[in-house]
């Protein structure tokens, strides 16, 4: 199956932006702003500086990826790259499977990494873009200090929260 960048990444409100990020601010900080969103769920933002961050929602992770908005575009020509942020392989096989998103949706995790789940087609599925990063930001935030292996009971999850 041939995977286009229509496949990799999601339209989004960018007057609604804010809204992606608002349960994570308390990782990314208030100076960063959404410039593209991958149909797996992650999020490129950029600060007044231009320097652009990946925030991956699996592992709950934000990391500096290029100096300027220039060196991002550069570096979405290298195949290998793409394939680390993008997760290639993974989209070709949830389209192979027949998950296939809707305007507003990215894939999200059933079980994300920082709790256990993997990278495979069956631990996603269809999820609303707003839904997906909130229910991310919060779990990630309400695990980020407890040690590696960590029973977790129960995670509170607040939609629409502010």
Known sequence: MTITWDDLTVKFDENA????IRDWTWLTGTDKTPIMVSSIGDLFLKD????VFWL???NGTLTAVADAIEMFR???QDQDV????FLVDLIDALKTEGKRLKPGQ???YRKLIVLGGDYTPDNFEPTDIEVHFSFAGQIHQ???DLPPGTKID???FIPGKD
């Open 17 to 20: 932006s804010n809204k992606l």
């Open 48 to 51: 007044k500086t231009d320097r």
């Open 56 to 58: 991956n929602t699996g």
């Open 74 to 76: 550069e570096k979405l």
């Open 82 to 85: 793409v394939n680390d942020w």
């Open 106 to 108: 990215v894939y999200s």
């Open 142 to 144: 309400q695990v980020k």
């Open 154 to 156: 129960l995670i509170k």
